[in-house]
């Protein structure tokens, strides 16, 4: 053997020495079961948003609003990629899972930081990415299930990272492509499809989770003779859009998930009059068959880019004095929807109010939720439109979050944003082509203020339900992309400024008790975890794409270049002792 070679021998048994020592110290993997997914244990954090219903709340109070000055830094390891990091820290007894742009999966030590694994997926190198980020895993059984860019579903076994099955979900030739966390419930792995503003039809489809076969797929936008069918003028259904890209919400006593889906395609409303059934909308389907049982559609014949791809909140509350199984949503429109779900699945409009500036709504039906619109701000053909919100939205798919100690439905907002559309043109459809309408200097470049440059733009508000008001509010002089999560310690965590500070809010007022200068912007999803006892506030730092696009568009407003360092790094906070 020659020196060279014997140098590499070495060097790779001593890498598998050091995966196994780093898994070693974690014990056994304790499978995911279904019974764990309805009631995850609060030391855990086991999905997207911490339980099905969506909350983005950890149970844990060892951390509080009373000990918070004295968290500190635990560890922190750089995932090695740049743009944006959006997954939240998956972890289930001291394993942990993150994603990263391009789906590498790392698994990590929780309580040391030292890597066991990474998973690296080989992405086409001529493949077209409008975002390349990745929004996290899904854990079931012994795997860990990780969708990609270039629109697979991977399955990985949850110890080694070893490729356990690989199923294609969509045609990456027609530039369908995945960025969601997977949702894992009752043997099945549900995934959905971005891709609108290529003219892919959006889906929500499910997969064996032992096997990677395709139980079933349901399309979002309506077929003729299909309910809905005839909200779509002739084939226009076929490249509707109606994308499903950030994971739904589960009620596992109706055995039913809510999905938020996407603007129609393309954006000018000329070719395709109607309603557009379900774009922008809630859509509630049984995860047995994929079967539609319900819907809420938040604005119709979208013209705007207001997708409401955020699935609503589930919790059992009360609006108006009445007591109601509460489904919520800070819409992109602007407005704070709040719906009341039926166990059979048909899902009932309760109140909607303005939480940021509209002023392309004219009034919404009392009954139905309907919006009606001004005309003059609708965008298309032969006409340039300034609207409010911008069509980044008053809140874009960073999720809200909900505390049920303190009640209160908490939303990452930007206020007094509006987007200026030129005239839009004439389009056909083209497999892997962009089908906008618009040039893309056009839409990326179309911010405007409100009435001058604002003092504030960002805006972390915290809202009563009951009530359909505000209780507190925390302005920032810039905007923000802010991914929450709130905790049974009071406590209200987030980043998502250029200024790359994490901050720790009084959940219950708003004042900020805690601060962080993290090595990039953060506008990844908080979680929150315990192992022997002790709390963890874990988070990945990381700008880029959606946030930066948008500080571009802002920084050409205010005739400067704001710079915030990329680069992933994840960052695991305890209390100091």
């Not at 892919?200 to 990677?212: E, I, N, P, Q």
């Not at 705007?304 to 059992?316: H, K, R």
């Not at 939480?355 to 298309?380: C, E, M, Q, W």
């Not at 008001?469 to 002089?477: I, N, S, Y």
């Amino acid at each position: 053997m020659s020196h060279t070679l014997k140098k590499l021998t070495l060097a790779l048994i001593s890498a598998t020495a050091v995966m196994a020592h780093a898994g070693d110290k974690l014990g056994p993997y304790s499978p995911v079961t279904d019974s764990r997914l309805q009631n995850p244990e609060p030391q855990n954090w086991l999905m997207y948003r911490g339980n099905y219903a969506g909350w983005g709340y950890s149970a844990l109070e060892k951390i509080n609003s009373k000990n918070v000055k004295k968290l500190t830094l635990a560890w922190s390891s750089a995932t090695g990629v740049t743009e944006g990091h959006q997954a939240p820290p998956i972890v289930n007894n001291g394993y942990m899972y993150v994603t990263t742009p391009n789906a590498q999966v790392i698994a990590l030590n929780a309580v040391t930081g030292e890597e066991i694994w990474r998973y690296k997926k080989e992405i086409p190198a001529d493949l077209l990415m409008l975002h390349n980020t990745n929004r996290g895993v899904a854990l079931y059984g012994d795997k860990v299930y990780v969708a990609t860019v270039d629109s697979h579903l991977i399955a990985l076994d949850a110890v080694t990272g070893k490729v356990v099955w690989d199923t294609t979900v969509g045609d990456v030739k027609a530039l369908s492509y995945i960025t969601l966390a997977p949702l894992a419930a009752k043997g099945k792995i549900l995934v959905g499809s971005s891709g609108g503003e290529t003219g892919v039809r959006g889906f929500v489809a499910a997969f064996d989770a032992a096997s990677g076969k395709e139980a079933w797929r349901t399309y979002m936008t309506a077929a003729p003779g299909e309910p809905g069918g005839d909200t779509w003028p002739g084939n226009s259904h076929k490249h509707g859009g109606a994308s499903v890209w950030i994971t739904g919400t589960y009620d596992s006593a109706t055995n039913i998930a809510y999905w938020g889906t996407g603007n129609p395609a393309p954006w000018p409303t000329e070719g395709r009059v109607g309603d557009n059934l379900y774009s922008t909308s809630v859509v509630a389907l049984d995860v047995d068959s994929g079967k539609i049982k319900g819907h809420h559609q938040y604005h119709h014949n979208d013209a705007w880019d207001w997708d409401e791809v955020s699935a609503p909140i589930l919790m059992d509350t009360e609006i108006n004095g009445k007591k109601v199984r509460g489904a919520v949503h800070a819409g992109r429109n602007g407005y704070l929807w709040m719906l009341d779900r039926q166990t059979n699945g048909k899902i009932d409009f309760v109140n909607g109010v303005p939480y940021v500036h509209n002023d392309v709504f004219t009034g919404i039906d009392k009954k139905t939720g309907r919006p009606s619109y001004d005309l003059a701000k609708k965008p298309g053909m032969g006409k340039a439109v300034t609207f409010c919100p911008s069509l980044w939205g008053g809140k874009d798919w960073p999720p809200e979050a909900w505390n049920p100690k303190t009640k209160l439905f908490y939303i990452p907002a930007n206020n007094h944003l509006c987007s200026e559309l030129p005239k839009a043109d004439e389009i056909t459809y083209k497999k892997g082509d962009l089908y906008i309408g618009y040039p893309i200097d056009g839409v990326l470049g179309s911010l405007r203020y409100e009435n001058g440059k604002p003092s504030t733009i960002g805006e972390l508000q915290a809202w009563d339900l009951n009530t359909g008001k505000m209780a507190w509010v925390h302005k920032f002089d810039r905007a923000i992309w802010a991914p929450l999560l709130t905790t049974a310690g009071n406590l209200l965590f987030t980043g998502g400024t250029n200024d790359r500070i994490f901050r720790a809010f009084d959940a219950s007022t708003g004042k900020v008790l805690w601060q962080y200068s993290m090595p990039s912007g953060v506008t990844a999803v908080p979680s929150s975890y315990e192992v022997n006892g002790e709390q963890y506030i874990a988070v990945q730092a990381g700008w880029g794409i959606d946030a930066q696009r948008m500080q571009n568009g802002i920084d050409a407003l205010n005739g400067n270049v704001t710079t915030v360092p990329q680069g992933g790094t994840i960052m695991v906070f305890k209390l100091e002792k």
